[in-house]
């Protein structure tokens, strides 16, 4: 098994303002798996999305990656763990204004040890033409793009995606769809996505809907679809 996560618990607060965001929460992910975390907002995803990131500890289970628990990890081994395993597209970009779109990218690549081609990674990303360009002179859509690029330079394990297409519109969504859509193919990433959109369920291989911090259930989609033809 790829990736596990094993009885996973988090709360926040003390006492009587204590709030227990996760509830025991179990499943597993193959390599190359695309899978979506389903939810209500406050049901958990983004908080199990962070712990699975290294970015969040969890107060009790265990994370697993290729037979590596992050359970007793200190922060230099983390931050190991984050640069050899991880990639983040967040929905907003957080890309470096004064840096190019070639430049914000090799970012990505600075932290790899085996980082992806950058001109093939542009042309993938359909950003070769504005590679020259600075996030000021893009749309939201080319800023997307290019934070993707920086994350999957670095040609990581898994692609964690937090809400990827929530400050775009539905044309530009679709295109981020498809674009990570052909990351998972291309690269063979396995991708966890937070979404709030139901219909992106219809293109990933498993659906996990969380309810109050607990898995309502997990399926497995035998018929999917591809991102340009999901209609929300």
Partial sequence: M???????????????????????ISLNAEKGEFCVLLGSSGSGKSTLLNIIGGIDEADSGEV?????SLSGMNEKQLT???RNHLGYIFQMYNLIPN???????????????????????LNVLGLTEHQDKIPSQLSGGQQQRTAIGRAI?????????????GALDY???????????T??????????????????????????????GMIRDITMNETKISAEKLEW
């Avoid at 790829?2 to 025991?24: A, D, P």
């Avoid at 697993?64 to 590596?68: S, V």
């Avoid at 840096?99 to 001109?119: F, K, M, Q, Y």
């Fill in 99 to 121: 840096l190019t779109v070639r430049e914000n990218i090799e970012v990505g690549a600075w932290l790899s040890r085996d980082p992806l081609d950058t001109d093939e990674l």
């Fill in 64 to 68: 697993i990656i290729r037979d590596e």
């Fill in 80 to 82: 190991r763990y984050r």
């Fill in 171 to 181: 044309k530009t969504s679709k295109e981020i769809l498809k674009l990570i859509e």
């Fill in 153 to 165: 330079i670095k040609n990581p394990d898994i692609l964690l995606c937090d809400e990827p297409t």
């Fill in 183 to 212: 990351v998972n193919q291309k690269y063979g990433s396995t991708v966890i996505m937070v979404t709030h959109n139901d219909a992106i369920r219809l293109m990933a291989d498993k659906i996990i809907r969380l309810r109050d």
């Fill in 2 to 24: 790829f990736l596990q996560l094993k009885e996973i618990r988090k709360s926040y607060g003390e006492k009587e303002n204590r709030t227990e965001v996760l509830k025991g």
